[in-house]
């Protein structure tokens, strides 16, 4: 949790958390003084009442807003100077940027948390204008999280890529920035996806094999 706070930048006014949950990533920001409001914002009651108490607990009630609704639906354009989304599936995250485009309006950074399927998110950036800033490998209890930080690009061309000698789909799946250095981490990881993915039988998993297998021949390479 602390590294996705350390993500937004000291001096932010508001920042929204979509899919808050238990509210804990706003009280780190909040508390270690870098954002001075926050949105909580969720899908479910439930997890908004317990994103209310998380703030009592840590006095930081008058500071949050807590918001119930679908991805950034919640939120209005040009409020949030900061959005994070932490702990939800890859496709999701992209599902969500996709549905509240126009509510982005505004938004100086993006700290992405995806778990799993990364590749959707990175694709997103690259495809709607947003250029990956940094890229963070945590690797927590044997669990892997990749922390993605995007900032709005000032032409078509998103730096993080150039110069690598990798094909797109290759690219967006290790991230541009994690294959500039790869860890033994990373690589393990990958080789266990492939051969996961090698052991389903039949063919629809065959484009995502092939893009798998050029990215461990990669890091077997690096
Ligand atoms: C696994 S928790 C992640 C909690 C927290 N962000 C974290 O990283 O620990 C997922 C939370 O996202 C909420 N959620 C799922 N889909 C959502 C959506 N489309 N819009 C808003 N919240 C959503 C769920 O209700 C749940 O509270």
Sequence with gaps: ??????????????????????????????RSGRAARGIACDLREDPLRTAARTAARAGTSDRVELRLGDGLAPLHAGEADVVCIAGLGGATVRDVLTGGEG??????????????????VRG?????????RAEHEIVEDGHYYAV???????????????????????AMTIGPWIARGPS???????????EHVQSIPGDRLAPRREVLERVVAFLRAT
């Design 103 to 120: 509510r982005l309006e505004g938004v100086q950074r993006l700290v992405l948390n995806p778990l799993r399927a990364e590749h959707h």
């Design 1 to 30: 949790m602390r590294a996705i706070a350390e993500c937004v930048p000291h001096g932010t006014a508001v920042v929204a958390d979509i899919g808050a949950d238990h509210g804990l990533l706003l009280v780190e920001v909040l």
């Design 184 to 194: 033994e981490h990373t690589r393990r990881r990958f080789e266990a996806e492939l």
């Design 148 to 170: 993605l930080v995007a900032e709005p690009g000032d032409d078509d061309c998103d730096d993080a890529y150039a110069d690598l000698e990798l094909d797109r789909d290759a």
């Design 124 to 132: 997103w950036l690259r495809d709607h204008g947003w250029d990956l």
